[in-house]
């Protein structure tokens, strides 16, 4: 009887961590795909850990203009006196700070009514990713990707997760990185934005705190 017991036992452990395998397995698999998808792409914007890529190419923080037209083109418009940046073909946008260096890059996954009219981001050509993928340390993610499963997976990936922080509103996540090239109270921050309840990404931000405009 003690050894049937200790077979199930066995048999009930083994079953639990198969089962936690193949959705790991089933994850990273359906990853895969969307992967394979993002690398169809036209635009393709990837963290890897806090450095920015477009297309291959590393996207620099504190730059002038002429360095992001040299990137990403010149198909812009100027707004707001000229102090925000947007790309009519891409889903960015630039912050200028008060020098007209670059402090802040947003990436736009889509509008949310609540808080913005569509057709007022339409009017100024605002661009959004909607349903393309970026990847966040090899991690495809879009519009529809909960911030909590994207914590999970790079856990399960061993990469650095994001922390919930307060700005604005409830809905921010954030990973910080001290830079050796500023001093120890400056640091490059990639923000994820979005409503709790949402459980979306509206936009990300990636900036320097120290020159950050906001």
Not at 57 to 79: A, I, M, R, T
Not at 99 to 109: A, E, G, L, N, P
Not at 198 to 213: E, L, M, P, Q, R
């Amino acid at each position: 009887m003690l050894k049937k017991s200790l077979f199930l036992c066995f048999a009930l452990v083994l079953y639990g961590c198969m089962g936690q395998t193949n959705k790991e397995n089933k994850k990273n698999m359906d990853n895969e795909t969307l992967i394979a998808q993002f690398e169809k792409q036209d635009c393709r914007l990837e963290f890897v850990e806090h450095q920015l890529f477009y297309n291959g190419k590393v996207v620099k923080l504190d730059q002038p203009l002429s360095y992001y037209e040299g990137l990403f083109g010149k198909d812009y418009k100027l707004f707001r006196s000229g102090d925000i940046v947007i790309f009519k073909n891409l889903p960015i946008t630039l912050n200028k700070g008060m020098d007209s260096i670059v402090d802040k890059i947003r990436i736009q996954f889509y509008y949310y009514e609540e808080f913005t009219r569509k057709r007022y981001y339409e009017e100024e050509g605002f661009i959004f990713l909607e349903d393309q993928y970026m990847l966040i340390d090899g991690i495809a993610v879009n519009k529809d990707t909960d911030p909590n499963w994207l914590n999970n997976m790079l856990i399960d990936n061993h990469k650095k997760p994001f922390k919930r922080v307060v700005r604005s509103y409830s809905g921010a996540m954030e990973r910080q990185y001290t830079d050796n090239a500023y001093n120890w109270l400056e640091y490059i921050y990639i923000s994820l934005w979005g409503r709790e309840s949402d459980n979306k990404v509206n936009y990300i931000d990636y900036g320097n705190a120290s020159t950050d405009s906001d």
